[in-house]
């Protein structure tokens, strides 16, 4: 290569050069991002759930211990959804998923998902769990009214959430003011 081409070259091959081959195959700068199913959206509010809560020091045996990530019952469209959360990060822990968790197995998870399939058996995870710290997460408003923390709610095809304090305070659990502020609702 001529000498008075060699910068050029060395700028091609980084970001550069990346962005030069989004651009000719179509998909530049200013491409629209890919249209997730409601069910990956709903994984990824899980995922930032785990990231912006903080649990108690005594809730991992050590810092860098695995956070697992539970789905009470069999929720098959949510095992396929979460898979890509496993393996990722939330501070210093490795996430983990499990589906098809018993309730008398509640106590082994730091968030506990319950899609409204399994309503009825969250009273048994509740009473499994005691006052351990496990983030009860659910698919609708109706997991509020039943012991859980944050409801995931869609109004007009866009996807929130609501946060009832009082119950993250009974089991020590605390959300960063980030989430409390992305929050459509925060309850007492």
């Known amino acids: 290569m001529p000498p008075a081409l060699r910068p050029l070259q060395r700028i091609l091959r980084g970001p550069a050069l990346a962005l030069a081959l989004a651009a000719l ?19 990824r509010f899980v995922l930032n759930f785990v990231r912006f809560t903080e649990w108690p020091d005594r809730t ?4 860098d211990a695995e956070l697992t990530v539970c789905v009470l019952g069999s929720a098959d469209a949510f095992d396929g959804a979460l898979s890509p959360l ?3 990060t939330a501070g210093a822990h490795r996430v983990a998923v499990r589906t098809g968790v018993l309730p008398e197995q509640a ?4 968030l506990l998902f319950v899609p409204d399939a399994e309503l009825r058996r969250l009273q048994s ?3 499994a769990l005691g006052r351990r710290p496990v983030l009860i997460v659910g698919e609708s408003d ?11 709610r869609t109004v007009d095809r866009h996807l929130s959430f609501v946060v009832k304090l009082g119950a993250a305070r009974e089991t020590a ?12 609702e925060v309850l007492p």
């Open 25 to 43: 195959a179509g998909r530049g700068a200013h491409a629209e991002p890919p249209q997730l199913s409601e069910t990956q959206l709903r994984a």
């Open 60 to 63: 991992f045996s050590t810092p």
């Open 86 to 88: 496993r393996g990722a």
């Open 107 to 110: 106590g082994d998870c730091q």
């Open 125 to 127: 995870a509740r009473e």
């Open 142 to 152: 109706a997991v509020l009214d039943r012991g859980g923390m944050i409801a995931l």
């Open 173 to 184: 659990l605390n959300f960063s003011p980030q989430m409390l502020r992305a929050a459509a």
